[in-house]
């Protein structure tokens, strides 16, 4: 063996220890931060779900509160929309504050239909549900609807609409033609 060879074996042998020693260091530090981190991640995920809580019991408070109102008990849906537009303009967080049947009817809202002025559907405004479907929907698929709507003088009104099928959370925009 060489003289160069046997330096740089030496050379390794007195520098491998330091490296061992880093590499340990190293793994340490990354174990030690990794349990921070996941520490972190405990605190912030208990702070969400205490507000997430916090906002659920403010919202049942309100509709518990909000379907105590006599108006709401003797079917009273003119009254009930002025005192619901009231309350929604007291109460901040909220799109709207509204009755609705267990089949899903409108029976009153904070945010009336504007008579004589068009209303657009949005995922965050208005809006409709379907319910108890016989098959699911996919994007593109076109769902008759009817739409039904009466005045206040009782005067009903059906029209009769086919909607585009949109994958969830896709802009609120109508497709393109």
């Known amino acids: 063996m060489s003289l160069r060879a046997k ?20 793994a340490e530090l990354r174990s030690t931060r990794q349990e921070e981190i996941r520490v972190e991640a405990s605190r912030l995920m208990r702070l969400a779900v205490a507000e997430q809580e916090r906002i659920n019991e403010g919202a049942r408070q309100l509709l518990v509160a ?10 009273n849906w003119a009254e009930c929309q002025t005192v619901a537009a009231q309350i929604l303009s007291r109460v901040n967080g909220y799109l709207n504050i509204g009755v609705a049947s267990a089949e899903g009817d409108l029976l009153c809202s904070a945010l009336p239909v504007p008579a004589g002025k068009p209303v657009e559907l949005t995922p965050t405004g208005y809006h409709m549900m379907l319910f108890e ?4 929907l996919n994007p593109g698929d076109k769902v008759p609807l009817t739409l039904n709507f009466e005045n206040r003088g009782g005067r009903q009104l059906s029209i009769d609409v086919e909607a585009t099928v949109r994958p969830l959370g896709a802009d609120s925009a109508p497709p393109k033609p």
């Open 133 to 136: 479907l016989k098959a699911p």
């Open 66 to 75: 909000f379907s105590a109102l006599p108006a709401v008990h003797i079917g």
């Open 7 to 26: 330096l740089l074996f030496l050379v390794i042998i007195a520098v491998l220890p330091a490296i061992c020693i880093e590499i340990y260091g190293e």
